[in-house]
């Protein structure tokens, strides 16, 4: 019994060690992350989530997360198909504490509004409302809703007509950010559109629009993995203010990351893993990025290399990376969206068949 004991100790500690900190390599500035396997709580109700498709943190850093219920299997829903214990679908949108429990959830069709098609992207704005975007084939719409999930404001209608030059509708719309001072959202639109678009935060009306080095969009069948093309790829997966002012806009296709002033101006462009060339997919190797406290480096999701790349903002230069394909805690499987909390701490979602988020706890 004592032999059984030690050999299920050493084989937890061997476990948790592998899946925390043999997955990091070169961080800068003596710092170090790792993962956190025990700070998801479970979740209540016999729920489960489906693909992660966003994440974002709150300004009381609460994680909030929208899912895809309809990418569960059927045997992953065995207590709403009356077949077993467990489990059933949560709702779309969920509130997590910092200790990883769910205070609340909510989503999904209701009266006055279009639900998406297929869920996508969170932006939580500093006085609690909830943005949220789609990317299925007809989701053509932004939502907003209160914390509580009170609807407020949808720009856009669902259709199959789609154009990167439309100044009523978008185009399969990834993820937004907000600019407070200026009432203006930032749409990274998208995986059926080819640009970034403006828009009033408040009445949902149309202020302007650019596509990649700030020119006029245009839709048709471009090349892909070619950092130099004048258009951006598809999908233009997320749009992220930085607190210098400017605007970095993720070109997953295309490996790359272009930042620009708030009226579309093209300031520069960062290359990442450029030899990243899926061409079944087309995924490419910039999903998402967020900055440190300092704005000295970049942390940029990369779905296609499942790592999150260190990059140095003023360089462009990768110095370090975290993770790496696999199931174990602190690998990824198609890494979607990467979000980063007042501590430095990094959360990150996964689509696909992972379904699941990660906290990365930031060590000194």
């Known amino acids: 019994m004592k032999l059984l004991i030690f050999v299920c100790s050493l084989l937890l500690s061997i476990s948790q060690s592998y899946a925390t900190d043999t997955r990091i390599e070169g961080i800068p500035g003596g710092q170090k992350f ?14 489960i989530i489906g693909q992660v498709a966003g994440i974002a943190i709150d300004k009381n850093d609460h994680l909030w997360i929208v899912h895809r219920p309809n990418t569960l299997a059927p045997d992953e829903l065995g207590l709403a198909n009356k077949n077993a214990k467990c489990c059933i ?6 509130e997590f504490d910092k200790n990883g429990k769910v205070l609340q959830a909510w989503g999904g069709p209701g009266q006055g509004y279009d639900w998406f098609e297929n869920e996508h992207g969170i932006y939580i704005a500093p006085n609690g409302d909830v943005w949220l975007a789609g990317n299925g084939k007809s989701d053509r719409q932004l939502l907003k809703f209160t914390k509580d999930g009170k609807f407020l404001l949808q720009i856009g209608s669902p259709g199959l007509e789609q154009s990167s030059n439309d100044t009523k509708n978008l185009g399969r719309p990834a993820h937004m950010d907000l600019d407070v001072a200026a009432n203006e959202i930032f749409v990274a639109d998208g995986y059926q559109n080819r640009r970034v678009v403006v828009f009033d935060s408040n ?7 650019w596509g990649a080095y700030g020119g006029k969009p245009a839709d048709g069948v ?9 258009q951006f790829g598809n999908p233009v ?7 210098n002012g400017q605007l970095a806009v993720c070109d997953r296709a295309q490996n790359r990351l272009q930042i620009f002033t708030k009226d579309g101006k093209f300031v520069r462009q960062l290359e990442i893993d450029v030899e990243t060339k899926d061409n079944k997919t087309g995924w490419g190797s910039v999903y998402d990025v967020v900055e440190d406290s300092r704005s000295q480096y970049f942390f940029i999701a990369d779905g296609s290399n499942n790592e999150i790349k260190i990059v140095d903002q003023k360089t462009g230069k990768t110095l370090g990376t975290i993770g790496r394909s696999g199931r174990n805690a602190g690998d990824f499987h198609v890494l979607h969206n990467i979000a980063i909390d007042s501590q430095g701490n990094l959360y990150t979602s996964e689509v696909d068949n992972a379904k699941r988020v990660q906290k990365f706890d930031r060590k000194k």
Do not use: D, M, S
């Not at 009445?203 to 629009?209: D, M, N, Q």
């Open 34 to 47: 790792e993962a956190n396997p025990f700070w998801l709580k479970p979740l209540p109700n016999q729920w």
């Open 89 to 94: 679908a949560a709702p779309p949108v969920i």
């Open 203 to 209: 009445t949902g009306a149309y202020k302007r629009h």
């Open 222 to 230: 471009f090349e892909r993995f070619n950092t130099k093309l004048e």
């Open 237 to 243: 997966h997320c749009a992220r203010l930085l607190k």
